[in-house]
């Protein structure tokens, strides 16, 4: 079986600590947990940056400073980063600079959608700027699809040679205005992925057997697993997860169970052509 990237969404603008109170929500939280699910067994690391008083933010400077919390303790996972709108409040231009924080990884939203009351506002211009910092600081994009339309518009981008294969393709689903929690979509969505492109599942849910029924389909399919508290905050229901962490370990355990191997960092590069 192919390698099972295991990535750990440990914080984001939500769950607030009034879902969970083991929301890591500070620059030092936010990096022990980092390190805690790459010792668990993530070979990718995905972030939101966070300040001392627990606020979201998009600055490179901070996703520098939690990066550099890591570093000394021989990290080697793929940091993912965030270069999401921040809840409306980042412009484009506070979003292109997250290409300057030195992660190897940054999250590329492949198109607009309505949420929470206003447009997620991920234009044709924005994803083309963007695609084009990526590839000349040598960042592989995390291509977040939220719509099946969202996919022409990459393979739009691929062919003006902005993105490159291996693609690493992640359907995100339970974002409201975007696709919802619902496995039967999966099928559709695979039939329109570009050529060279591995896949992960981000279900975004409070629904312990949503989120099982569409990560499974991942698990299965050679497709990629996300877990962390920005997705699910349990474990299994009603049982709510103490740490990250404890999630990586679920999911190494279920592939030893069924003999997937699980890839380290090394490999994860390898499958996704991320040079180190």
Avoid at 3 to 10: G, H, M, Q, R, V
Avoid at 21 to 48: F, K, Q
Avoid at 163 to 187: E, S, W
């Amino acid at each position: 079986m192919k390698p099972l990237i295991i990535c750990a969404a440990i914080t984001g603008g939500a769950p607030a600590r009034s879902k969970t109170p083991h929301h890591p929500v500070t620059p030092h939280a936010v990096a022990d947990e980092m390190l805690a699910c790459w010792r668990a067994g993530a070979s990718m690391i995905h972030i939101h940056a966070r300040l001392d008083d627990g606020s979201t933010v998009m600055d490179p400077d901070a996703y520098r400073a939690i990066i550099d919390r890591v570093t000394p303790h021989g990290f080697d996972a793929i940091v993912n980063v965030s270069a999401g709108d921040d809840g409306g409040k980042a412009s484009h231009d506070m979003r292109y600079s997250v290409a300057d924080c030195g992660a190897e990884m940054v999250s590329l939203d492949a198109g607009p959608i309505n949420i929470a009351g206003r447009v997620y506002n991920n234009s044709p211009a924005y994803l083309t700027e963007m695609a084009r910092r990526l590839k000349d600081r040598g960042i592989k994009p995390e291509i977040e699809i939220f719509d099946a339309g969202h996919l022409t518009g990459i393979s739009a981008l691929a062919e003006q040679g902005l993105l490159a294969a291996p693609h690493y393709i992640q359907f995100a689903f339970g974002v409201p205005g975007g696709l919802p929690v619902d496995p039967r979509y999966l099928t559709l969505l695979l039939e329109r992925l570009p050529d060279g492109s591995e896949w992960a599942i981000s279900a975004q849910t409070n629904d312990v057997e949503a989120y099982l029924q569409l990560s499974m389909q991942a698990f299965v399919h050679g497709g990629h697993v996300r877990c962390g508290m920005e997705d699910l905050i349990y474990l299994r229901p009603g049982e709510l997860a103490r740490s990250n962490a404890d999630s990586v370990e679920q999911w190494v355990r279920t592939a030893e169970i069924w003999g997937r191997p699980v890839a380290s960092p090394a490999a994860a590069r390898s499958l996704l052509g991320i040079s180190q």
